[in-house]
């Protein structure tokens, strides 16, 4: 037994030391794994990067000076890492945020000279208001069928989608599907709403932590349907629900936005480049992009430091993958998602060489391991990255036909596996997409978590013997 226990160790020695010396026989064996993840939890590069990015750049919505000087400074950054740098041109939408506000002007019960001010937010997409603004009813409605019902009543209105964020699902590790429950109302709504002649769209803000606090996001409102829209908070749309059970209230509304000519930007991607399976690629991204409201910390500033990191934990360690590693900084996702489609078409030819792709965008909560589009025999070849992120409580692999993902889903779309962190998303909602999203709600360990599990994954991925296929192809 003393023999065996003497050979083992000897065998962890020279494991070391061919890491040290950058030497790497069998690139996914437990030591290196085991080194990648525990330099990963002891650096602070992503954290100074995310502050980086958060402080001096704030908030980066495509088309702004903001999201320019954000490209700028995640290529100077990948470059002093040494990564082949691309800014890879993308035209984005550009649309300004101008002046909102709200106040209920006419309700039953109003004392005289009295009005009541409405915390709002205009939506991504939302048309203007004549500058003085408008004042017209406001009917709430609960649902589409509710809309429906309502149609005479809609005409020349304002229409509230009042629909609660079911914060419930989302602490139960159902953020997700809470959240879809809510933002349909959100991209769809206005424009339904305009179809049926209304004059304004509001939506009560998807997300949680309830305190008068709006949230925005993207409409899918078009020329012929950009009537004004915004989010209300969770408290003023529950008080004009009270209002219009008393009787008939109107708003006074004024909201200034400008969609203006696309605007030229570009995703920033960054090559780690590979040994012997060069030519072979696994994406490992975020979108740089963020809403206005706040510096985009959690969404998505965690993911794209989260990604840059893995080169710059690999460096460190002197690890070199055998497919290229590509980091990228996608452009566009909040508001469009062309940065996505714009590497696609530009690499549709060429996808079979896409052997794997990450995208986190789940903010920086608690990383319980990750998921993916595998098949599912492939499953059991996850084994040692699995025991590897187990001493760090992050061993969970989740298999799923899609995962989903906005800029990496029309490569999995075309049959290129994605995967993404398992996060806890509990708390996420109550920081998207509002002003509260900032670099103070990012738990440090967290994210070394994160950059652990980024890191992890990224360098099994481009090093894996086994080939892990393609999944089906998508509608």
């Not at 061919?18 to 290196?32: I, Y």
């Not at 939890?41 to 990015?53: G, I, N, T, V």
């Not at 509710?146 to 989302?170: C, P, S, T, W, Y």
């Amino acid at each position: 037994m003393k023999s065996v226990i003497k050979k083992s160790l000897s065998l962890t020695v020279l494991a070391s030391s061919l890491l040290s010396a950058g030497v790497m026989a069998a690139p996914n064996d437990a030591a290196t794994l085991d080194q990648i993840r525990d330099n990963a939890m002891k650096s602070d590069w992503a954290y100074e990067r995310l502050a980086d990015l958060t402080d001096l750049v704030g908030p980066r919505l495509s088309g702004s000076p903001g999201a320019a000087a954000a490209v700028e400074q995640v290529a100077e950054a990948m470059r002093k890492l040494g990564a082949k740098v691309t800014l890879q041109p993308v035209k984005v939408p550009h649309w300004v945020r101008g002046e909102e506000k709200a106040e209920l002007v006419e309700y039953t019960g109003r004392p005289a000279g009295i009005t009541q001010k409405v915390v709002l937010t205009a939506l991504g997409g939302s048309g203007a208001t004549p500058a003085a603004g408008l004042t017209a009813p406001v009917i709430v409605v609960r649902n589409f069928d509710e809309l429906k019902a309502k149609a005479a009543q809609v005409k020349g209105a304002i229409v509230l989608f009042d629909v609660v964020f079911d914060q419930g699902m989302a602490d139960r590790g159902h953020a997700g599907p809470a959240y879809g429950q809510g933002s349909r109302y959100r991209t769809q709504g206005p424009r339904m709403a305009a179809e049926l002649g209304a004059v304004g769209a509001l939506v009560r803000s998807v997300g949680g932590a309830n305190y008068r606090i709006p949230h925005t996001g993207v409409t899918a409102l078009t020329d012929a349907t950009r009537i004004p829209a915004a989010a209300v908070t969770a408290e003023d749309a529950m008080l004009i629900d009270r209002l219009s059970a008393r009787g008939p209230l109107k708003m006074h509304l004024t909201l200034t936005p400008q969609n203006l000519p696309d605007a030229d930007s570009f995703n920033v991607i960054a090559d780690l480049p590979g040994t012997d399976k060069a030519d072979e690629v696994v994406i490992v991204s975020g979108h740089l992009d963020s809403w206005d409201l706040a510096t985009g910390a959690h969404d998505d500033g965690t993911g794209v430091a989260g990604a840059m990191a893995v080169i710059d934990t690999l460096n460190k360690l002197k690890l070199k993958p055998r497919r290229t590693i590509r980091v990228i900084a996608w452009m566009n996702e909040e508001n469009g998602t062309q940065g996505g489609k714009t590497y696609f078409e530009q690499n549709k030819t060429k996808l079979e060489k896409h052997f794997a792709a990450i995208e986190s965008d789940s903010g920086a909560g608690r990383t319980f391991g990750f998921y993916g589009s595998v098949t599912a025999p492939m499953v059991k070849y996850f084994a040692p990255l699995k025991n590897a992120l187990q001493p760090i409580g992050a061993g969970i692999f989740e298999r799923r036909d899609f995962a989903g993902a906005a800029d990496t889903a029309p490569l999995e779309r075309a049959g290129v596996p994605v995967f993404m962190p398992l996060v806890d998303a509990s708390s996420y909602f109550s920081y998207h997409h509002t002003p509260a999203d900032t670099l103070d709600k990012v738990d440090p360990l967290d994210l070394k978590r994160h950059v652990a599990v980024l890191t992890s994954l990224t360098w099994y991925l481009a090093n894996m013997e086994e080939n892990i296929g393609r999944v089906p192809k998508q509608d």
